[in-house]
């Protein structure tokens, strides 16, 4: 967008991470500010670090460290939902939902969950 001169930023730092996300440092820039030569200096820069961004290939890494990694990321998701379920089961809604399985129950009325 820089190149189009419709964004007052330019790519500072990349930061390259691993899956489908990136990171980028912005720096701001008074674009009407500047002369021509430094426009056009600035967006050549820019065009640069984006030709590099799309030939960034991260470096192959072995499958244990794969399995390393999506293990972390698993147990991360697991520590989550178990967070979640305990909120749940402390809320009103579930205590009350109980009760009602409860009294289903007791009245002999199916109790498919």
């Not at 190149?3 to 990349?14: K, P, S, T, V």
């Not at 912005?26 to 820069?45: D, F, G, M, V």
């Not at 009602?100 to 009245?107: A, C, D, M, R, V």
């Amino acid at each position: 967008m820089i190149n189009l001169g419709l964004f007052d930023f330019e790519i500072e730092q990349f930061y390259p991470t691993k899956g489908c996300e990136f990171y980028v440092s912005l720096k701001a820039l008074n674009i009407r500010e500047l002369s021509l030569s430094e426009r056009q200096a600035i967006q050549r820069q820019s065009l640069e670090k984006s030709l590099a961004l799309l030939q960034y290939t991260p470096p192959e890494k072995d499958s244990l460290t794969v399995a390393l990694e999506r293990i972390e990321e698993l147990e991360k998701a697991l520590v989550s939902a178990q967070q979640r379920i305990e909120v749940m089961e402390t809320s009103k809604f579930w205590k009350i939902r109980q009760k009602w399985f409860l009294l289903k129950k007791i009245l002999k009325l199916p109790t498919h969950e």
